[in-house]
């Protein structure tokens, strides 16, 4: 028998702390844990570090936690269709980090291996070297790229079972299974929560013993939707 | 720019996309080129937000809210798609897996530098994949006007903007010309209809090396 990691989204949320760091799935809006933040803005843990591929859009996901002053720091690649974003970067009130897309991907998916990091050329000779330590290996100058962990990971899944078996849906797996092996505690929301089993442990994208907490959504906000532009 | 001369650059783009090539097309006017790939031919591309295979892009009605591409838009999938994470996406962009880039500009210099991300002061979103696909596609080809909207030059001698990546372009089409990056500098290919080499000459910042001959239109 695995065991039952179902619980409350007010239980799950609930073990993160002031100062925490978090990473966020999502790329743009497919994949975003919409649900576990919005209850992380009800609860309002303070001074948060936010891993996300980007900063969403006004309105949406990681721009609650924005508005609501709960980030101090946010390591992304791009923040370019949040304008909120580009202003609290501008005026200083939240820190930005930025790191190429796939050196974010790679660093979280690197701490997610058990590695401090690794050592590549990308951004070699421009801006995106600076501050980084350089390395010779086999004749070749690469830079070392550290990984990054978090104390939470918050995931969206298409189906999940009681275990933490999780499936995604088309490009919305982007980080998630990547972070969901990165964080010390995952927490899972799930559009589908299945019966064990009834996912083929051969169709299973990240094994439970992954994730912490499963989390079943009843309804699906409007914001998962398709975006009217 | 005309409407047509737009049109006329994305199209002669997208004719040097060979059958068999994996091709990513960056956000902006490169994402237009796959309106111009004949249907059935064998071509595969790749977004870095995780697909292979893109199929054409949806209406709003008719999308998959989990189905976008990097740039946002619905898209679809054909017969022999695959989803992916991140990081297995850009393994495949940084192993050399993708034959082509095509990808915007701000600036290209003579030697081939590329500046595509960042104008210091009031442009700062974050590079998101482009330094990636800027190093370590096998062809990097730059779509872009020749001018920006002041009508100063985007084909410069050096860029004075941040880099994206040193040397990666091999070579540039815009609505005035088809140009080569070679050891040697900047070599004019190609003019578009209606234009002629000096016209080119005189719109460029950078030196053009203009091979003898007559110059092939587009």
Sequence with gaps: MLLDKKTTIEEAIGRIKDGDSVMLGGFGVPGTPFCLIQELVRQGQKDLTVIKNDANEKGMGVDWLLENGQVRKLITSHIGLNARAVELKNNGSVEIEFVAQGILAERVRAAGAGLMGFVSDIGIDTEFADGKQQVELNGKVGLLEPAINADFALVHAQSADSFGNLRFSGTAMNFNPLMAMAADTVIVETESYVALGDIQPEDIHCPGPFTDAIVELSDLPEVYGVVQR | ?218
């Design chain 2, 1 to 218: 720019m005309s409407f047509n001369a737009r049109d006329r650059m994305i199209a002669r783009a997208a004719r040097d996309i060979q059958p068999g090539m994996t091709v990513n097309l960056g956000i902006g006017l490169p994402t237009k080129v796959v309106n111009f790939i004949p249907k059935d031919f064998p071509v595969c591309f790749h977004s870095e937000n995780g697909i292979s295979g893109v199929g054409p892009v949806l209406s709003n009605d008719d999308a998959d809210r989990n189905l976008i591409d990097a740039g946002g838009a619905y898209v679809s999938p054909l017969p022999g798609t695959a989803y992916f994470d991140s990081a297995t996406s850009f393994a495949m962009v940084r192993s050399g897996r993708l034959s082509l880039t095509l990808l915007g500009a701000f600036q290209v210099a003579a030697n081939g530098d590329l500046a595509n991300w960042k104008i210091p002061g009031v442009f700062a979103p974050g590079i998101g994949g482009a330094v990636e696909l800027a190093q370590k596609a096998r062809k990097v080809a730059v779509l872009t006007t020749h001018c920006d909207k002041k009508g100063r030059s985007k084909i410069v001698e050096t860029c004075s903007l941040p880099l994206t990546a040193k040397s990666c372009v091999d070579r540039i089409y815009t609505d005035m010309a088809v140009i080569d990056v070679s050891d040697n500098g900047l070599v004019l290919r190609e003019v578009a209809e209606g234009l002629t080499v000096s016209d080119v000459v005189a719109a460029t910042d950078a030196k053009l090396n203009v091979p003898a001959g007559t110059c092939p239109t587009f």
